[in-house]
T-cell receptor
Framework: GAGVSQTPSNKVTEKGKYVELRCDPI?????LYWYRQSLGQGPEFLIY????????DSGLPNDRFFAVRPEGSVSTLKIQRTERGDSAMYLC???????????FGPGTRLTVL | AQSVTQPDIHITVSEGASLELRCNYS??????LFWYVQSPGQGLQLLLK??????LVQGIKGFEAEFKRSQSSFNLRKPSVHWSDAAEYFC?????????????????FGQGTILTVHP
Protein backbone atom coordinates (compact mmCIF):
# COMPACT_ATOMS: atom_id res chain seq x y z
CA GLY A 1 0.00 0.00 0.00
CA ALA A 2 0.94 3.65 -0.30
CA GLY A 3 0.24 4.67 3.26
CA VAL A 4 2.54 5.54 6.16
CA SER A 5 4.18 2.48 7.64
CA GLN A 6 5.85 2.04 11.00
CA THR A 7 8.10 -0.71 12.27
CA PRO A 8 8.05 -2.56 14.50
CA SER A 9 4.37 -2.65 15.33
CA ASN A 10 5.23 -3.72 18.86
CA LYS A 11 8.44 -3.34 20.83
CA VAL A 12 9.07 -4.68 24.30
CA THR A 13 12.28 -3.66 25.98
CA GLU A 14 13.82 -3.46 29.40
CA LYS A 15 14.39 -0.33 31.41
CA GLY A 16 17.67 1.28 30.48
CA LYS A 17 17.85 -0.15 26.96
CA TYR A 18 18.09 1.78 23.70
CA VAL A 19 15.32 1.54 21.08
CA GLU A 20 14.78 2.76 17.54
CA LEU A 21 11.38 3.22 15.96
CA ARG A 22 11.10 3.60 12.21
CA CYS A 23 8.66 5.54 10.07
CA ASP A 24 8.26 5.28 6.30
CA PRO A 25 6.19 8.22 5.08
CA ILE A 26 4.11 8.39 1.96
CA UNK A 27 6.43 8.77 -1.01
CA UNK A 28 7.02 12.40 -1.89
CA UNK A 29 5.72 13.81 1.40
CA UNK A 30 8.12 16.47 2.62
CA UNK A 31 6.70 16.93 6.11
CA LEU A 32 6.93 14.24 8.79
CA TYR A 33 5.63 14.32 12.36
CA TRP A 34 6.10 12.14 15.41
CA TYR A 35 3.50 11.97 18.18
CA ARG A 36 3.26 9.97 21.39
CA GLN A 37 -0.03 8.63 22.70
CA SER A 38 -0.22 7.41 26.27
CA LEU A 39 -3.06 5.18 27.38
CA GLY A 40 -6.31 7.11 27.65
CA GLN A 41 -4.85 10.26 26.18
CA GLY A 42 -4.77 11.99 22.85
CA PRO A 43 -1.59 12.04 20.79
CA GLU A 44 1.02 14.58 21.88
CA PHE A 45 3.37 16.24 19.43
CA LEU A 46 7.03 15.31 19.65
CA ILE A 47 8.86 16.59 16.58
CA TYR A 48 8.27 17.84 13.05
CA UNK A 49 10.58 17.51 10.06
CA UNK A 50 10.47 19.58 6.92
CA UNK A 51 12.73 17.69 4.53
CA UNK A 52 15.82 16.56 6.39
CA UNK A 53 15.74 19.16 9.12
CA UNK A 54 13.82 19.22 12.37
CA UNK A 55 11.73 22.39 12.10
CA UNK A 56 10.15 22.01 15.52
CA ASP A 57 11.38 19.64 18.24
CA SER A 58 9.65 21.40 21.09
CA GLY A 59 7.68 18.30 22.06
CA LEU A 60 10.62 16.01 22.77
CA PRO A 61 10.36 15.40 26.52
CA ASN A 62 14.09 15.31 27.30
CA ASP A 63 17.49 14.65 25.79
CA ARG A 64 16.99 10.88 25.84
CA PHE A 65 14.75 11.34 22.80
CA PHE A 66 16.21 12.07 19.39
CA ALA A 67 14.94 11.75 15.83
CA VAL A 68 16.59 11.86 12.44
CA ARG A 69 15.52 11.98 8.84
CA PRO A 70 18.84 11.94 6.96
CA GLU A 71 17.55 11.69 3.40
CA GLY A 72 14.25 13.47 3.82
CA SER A 73 12.22 10.30 3.64
CA VAL A 74 12.46 7.59 6.32
CA SER A 75 12.68 8.82 9.89
CA THR A 76 13.92 7.08 13.01
CA LEU A 77 12.93 8.01 16.54
CA LYS A 78 15.62 7.01 19.00
CA ILE A 79 15.15 6.65 22.73
CA GLN A 80 18.14 6.14 25.00
CA ARG A 81 18.07 4.70 28.52
CA THR A 82 14.40 3.87 28.27
CA GLU A 83 12.19 4.34 31.32
CA ARG A 84 8.87 2.74 32.18
CA GLY A 85 7.20 6.09 31.62
CA ASP A 86 8.23 5.94 27.96
CA SER A 87 5.72 3.14 27.41
CA ALA A 88 3.19 4.44 24.90
CA MET A 89 2.03 4.26 21.31
CA TYR A 90 4.35 6.23 19.02
CA LEU A 91 2.61 7.59 15.96
CA CYS A 92 4.13 8.93 12.79
CA UNK A 93 2.35 11.10 10.23
CA UNK A 94 3.36 12.65 6.94
CA UNK A 95 1.93 15.36 4.75
CA UNK A 96 2.70 16.52 1.24
CA UNK A 97 3.46 20.03 2.43
CA UNK A 98 3.96 21.65 5.79
CA UNK A 99 0.54 22.37 7.25
CA UNK A 100 -1.19 19.99 4.87
CA UNK A 101 -3.38 17.05 5.71
CA UNK A 102 -1.51 14.56 7.87
CA UNK A 103 -1.74 10.86 7.13
CA PHE A 104 -1.04 8.68 10.14
CA GLY A 105 0.65 5.33 10.36
CA PRO A 106 -0.65 2.49 12.55
CA GLY A 107 1.86 3.25 15.29
CA THR A 108 4.49 1.38 17.27
CA ARG A 109 3.46 0.26 20.72
CA LEU A 110 6.47 0.52 23.02
CA THR A 111 6.45 -1.30 26.33
CA VAL A 112 9.30 -0.75 28.77
CA LEU A 113 9.47 -3.39 31.49
CA ALA B 1 -0.61 27.99 23.60
CA GLN B 2 -3.33 26.11 21.82
CA SER B 3 -5.40 23.52 23.65
CA VAL B 4 -8.40 21.28 23.06
CA THR B 5 -10.94 20.00 25.54
CA GLN B 6 -13.26 17.11 24.92
CA PRO B 7 -15.54 17.12 27.97
CA ASP B 8 -16.99 13.64 27.45
CA ILE B 9 -14.61 10.76 28.02
CA HIS B 10 -17.16 8.09 27.11
CA ILE B 11 -20.51 8.28 25.32
CA THR B 12 -22.95 5.45 24.73
CA VAL B 13 -25.72 5.65 22.13
CA SER B 14 -28.11 3.21 20.55
CA GLU B 15 -27.74 2.31 16.93
CA GLY B 16 -29.81 4.67 14.80
CA ALA B 17 -29.75 7.43 17.39
CA SER B 18 -28.21 10.82 16.74
CA LEU B 19 -24.77 11.72 18.04
CA GLU B 20 -23.00 14.86 19.12
CA LEU B 21 -19.42 14.87 20.41
CA ARG B 22 -18.24 18.06 22.02
CA CYS B 23 -15.00 19.88 21.40
CA ASN B 24 -13.82 23.21 22.76
CA TYR B 25 -10.57 24.79 21.72
CA SER B 26 -8.34 27.58 22.89
CA UNK B 27 -6.32 29.39 20.27
CA UNK B 28 -5.38 33.02 19.78
CA UNK B 29 -6.06 33.30 16.05
CA UNK B 30 -8.18 31.55 13.47
CA UNK B 31 -7.76 27.87 14.18
CA UNK B 32 -7.50 24.98 11.82
CA LEU B 33 -9.79 22.32 13.33
CA PHE B 34 -9.97 18.60 12.74
CA TRP B 35 -11.83 15.51 13.84
CA TYR B 36 -10.06 12.15 13.69
CA VAL B 37 -11.33 8.65 14.43
CA GLN B 38 -9.19 5.84 15.83
CA SER B 39 -10.32 2.22 15.81
CA PRO B 40 -8.40 -0.52 17.63
CA GLY B 41 -5.35 -1.50 15.61
CA GLN B 42 -5.95 1.23 13.06
CA GLY B 43 -4.22 4.51 12.49
CA LEU B 44 -5.92 7.84 13.01
CA GLN B 45 -8.27 8.60 10.14
CA LEU B 46 -9.34 12.13 9.27
CA LEU B 47 -13.11 12.58 9.35
CA LEU B 48 -13.29 16.26 8.45
CA LYS B 49 -11.50 19.57 8.77
CA UNK B 50 -12.30 23.25 8.99
CA UNK B 51 -9.95 25.89 7.64
CA UNK B 52 -12.22 28.77 6.65
CA UNK B 53 -15.48 29.59 4.91
CA UNK B 54 -18.72 27.76 5.60
CA UNK B 55 -18.83 26.96 9.30
CA LEU B 56 -20.71 23.70 8.73
CA VAL B 57 -18.36 21.14 7.26
CA GLN B 58 -19.21 17.74 5.89
CA GLY B 59 -16.95 14.77 6.33
CA ILE B 60 -16.73 11.12 5.52
CA LYS B 61 -19.04 8.43 6.86
CA GLY B 62 -21.95 10.86 7.22
CA PHE B 63 -20.29 13.04 9.87
CA GLU B 64 -20.50 16.81 10.02
CA ALA B 65 -19.15 19.46 12.37
CA GLU B 66 -20.01 23.07 13.04
CA PHE B 67 -17.46 25.75 13.90
CA LYS B 68 -18.81 28.31 16.35
CA ARG B 69 -16.26 31.02 17.00
CA SER B 70 -18.34 32.69 19.73
CA GLN B 71 -18.36 29.46 21.72
CA SER B 72 -14.87 28.27 20.72
CA SER B 73 -16.47 24.98 19.76
CA PHE B 74 -16.27 22.49 16.94
CA ASN B 75 -18.79 19.77 17.77
CA LEU B 76 -19.07 16.62 15.71
CA ARG B 77 -22.50 15.32 14.75
CA LYS B 78 -24.09 12.39 12.98
CA PRO B 79 -27.86 12.03 12.52
CA SER B 80 -27.96 8.24 12.75
CA VAL B 81 -25.18 6.19 14.29
CA HIS B 82 -24.16 2.78 12.93
CA TRP B 83 -22.57 0.02 15.01
CA SER B 84 -19.40 0.42 12.94
CA ASP B 85 -19.00 3.97 14.28
CA ALA B 86 -17.88 2.60 17.65
CA ALA B 87 -14.35 3.94 18.08
CA GLU B 88 -12.43 6.73 19.78
CA TYR B 89 -12.81 10.23 18.40
CA PHE B 90 -10.26 13.01 18.69
CA CYS B 91 -10.67 16.70 18.07
CA UNK B 92 -7.51 18.57 17.14
CA UNK B 93 -6.37 22.11 16.41
CA UNK B 94 -3.44 23.37 14.38
CA UNK B 95 -1.92 26.75 13.85
CA UNK B 96 -2.62 28.52 10.57
CA UNK B 97 0.30 27.51 8.33
CA UNK B 98 0.03 30.88 6.61
CA UNK B 99 0.67 32.70 9.87
CA UNK B 100 4.39 32.03 9.78
CA UNK B 101 6.59 30.55 12.45
CA UNK B 102 7.60 26.94 12.75
CA UNK B 103 4.68 25.52 14.67
CA UNK B 104 2.35 25.23 11.71
CA UNK B 105 1.20 21.72 11.03
CA UNK B 106 1.67 20.65 14.63
CA UNK B 107 -1.60 19.16 15.83
CA UNK B 108 -2.79 19.55 19.40
CA PHE B 109 -5.29 16.86 20.29
CA GLY B 110 -7.98 16.56 22.90
CA GLN B 111 -7.96 13.53 25.17
CA GLY B 112 -10.56 11.75 23.07
CA THR B 113 -14.13 10.50 23.43
CA ILE B 114 -14.82 6.79 23.34
CA LEU B 115 -18.05 6.00 21.53
CA THR B 116 -19.93 2.81 22.34
CA VAL B 117 -22.90 1.85 20.16
CA HIS B 118 -25.60 -0.45 21.54
CA PRO B 119 -27.61 -2.55 19.10
Amino acid sequence: GAGVSQTPSNKVTEKGKYVELRCDPISGHTALYWYRQSLGQGPEFLIYFQGTGAADDSGLPNDRFFAVRPEGSVSTLKIQRTERGDSAMYLCASSALAGGRQFFGPGTRLTVL
Amino acid sequence: AQSVTQPDIHITVSEGASLELRCNYSYGATPYLFWYVQSPGQGLQLLLKYFSGDTLVQGIKGFEAEFKRSQSSFNLRKPSVHWSDAAEYFCAVAADPNAGGTSYGKLTFGQGTILTVHP
